[in-house]
């Protein structure tokens, strides 16, 4: 029998079945008991080798609560299970989801939304019928995927920021060199290191003095977005960028968020009469600059794709420059 316990305003819950032990605090009595009981009956069907009837909706949360914490991308993850819950096939039991339940639902998202996007829920969604496919879960003992025909994906995209675009944008922003004054122009020295490091955004604003090595001309990422770690190494320009980062946070790089970042951005952009790339594109916009410095590996390693394959598309010289490096 689970057990509970008062502490202050919250409600302990304890449970115990075949040496398994397990303990959660809630908000109310009754949200206790809930989980409490509900625990229990996993754990016995566990033991039992019988399948435990929960929603998809209910599932999907517990991912969001359980997994996609350890994931770089858990806000993304979050927001886009939230999402997902709101379809009518999260409402039905997980077990009883088959191939046709989830082509129905790849047909309603492609209806408002592009390939890309589906393919990428596909991906979360595969992840989360693995994770309940375990014995510690097992909220499933099949896995329809494989009969569920994905859609095609976008063509990649391929915008890049053109000459003399990156310096308007970060003259609108106010930058003119040494230690930015406010928000704004770190926005400028965020943009302009994605540009010579090819640093994805988040990357960067998240950057912490501890892993910047500006005397070995590297810096360390304890993850990624593939959940790997990599080191980054810098040009003298990106050196110069975070020497002028210095002495405004003893801990972080950067002290502007993500949200700040998008709103400077767009009104450096506006302001500059620019249309088109994004933040986003300096990493592509990089990549494509590096390419022409680089070998593949070596610029596969510098920005952490694991499949050397997928950095062809930046490979951009026509085939009139490539016959020139011929003779």
Request: glycine share 6%; hydrophobic share 40%; aromatic share 6%.
């Amino acid at each position: 029998m689970p057990t509970f316990r008062k502490r202050g305003d919250s409600w302990r819950a304890e449970v115990a079945r075949n040496g398994h032990r397990e303990s959660k605090t809630f908000s109310t009595k009754r949200e206790a008991m809930d989980w409490a009981n509900r625990r229990e009956l996993e754990l016995a069907n566990v033991r039992a080798g019988k399948v435990t009837r929960w929603t998809l909706a209910d599932v999907m949360q517990r991912y969001a609560d359980e997994v996609s914490p350890e994931k770089a991308g858990e806000r993304w993850e979050k927001a886009r299970i939230a999402a997902m819950k709101t379809d009518q096939v999260a409402k039905m039991v997980m077990q009883d989801i088959g191939p046709a339940d989830l082509a129905a639902w790849r047909d309603r998202r492609l209806a408002k939304v592009q390939g890309a996007t589906v393919l990428r829920e596909i991906g979360l969604l595969r992840a989360i019928w693995t994770r309940a496919k375990l014995g510690e879960w097992r909220y499933v003992d099949h896995d329809p995927w494989p009969d569920v025909i994905k859609p095609q994906d976008n063509p990649a995209r391929k915008v890049i920021f053109q000459e003399g675009q990156a310096e308007r944008i970060v003259t609108a922003l106010g930058y003119e060199g040494g230690t930015p004054k406010d928000k704004r122009e770190q926005t400028a020295v965020a943009f302009l290191l994605a540009l010579e490091t090819a640093m994805r955004s988040g990357e960067i604003l998240t950057l912490e003095w501890k892993h910047v090595h500006l005397e070995r001309r590297m810096l360390h990422l304890p993850k990624s977005k593939n959940g790997d770690a990599r080191d980054v190494p810098l040009s003298r320009r990106a050196v110069e960028l975070l020497e002028a980062m210095k002495g405004i946070d003893e801990d972080k790089v950067f002290t502007v968020n993500a949200g700040l970042r998008d709103a400077y951005f767009r009104q450096g952009k506006t302001l500059a009469k620019i249309d088109g790339p994004t933040f986003h594109d300096a990493r592509a916009t990089a990549i494509t600059r590096l390419a022409k410095k680089l070998d593949l590996l070596e610029l596969a390693r510098m920005v952490g794709h694991r499949d050397p394959r997928s950095l062809m598309t930046y490979y951009r010289e026509s085939a009139t420059e490539i016959a020139n490096k011929l003779d």
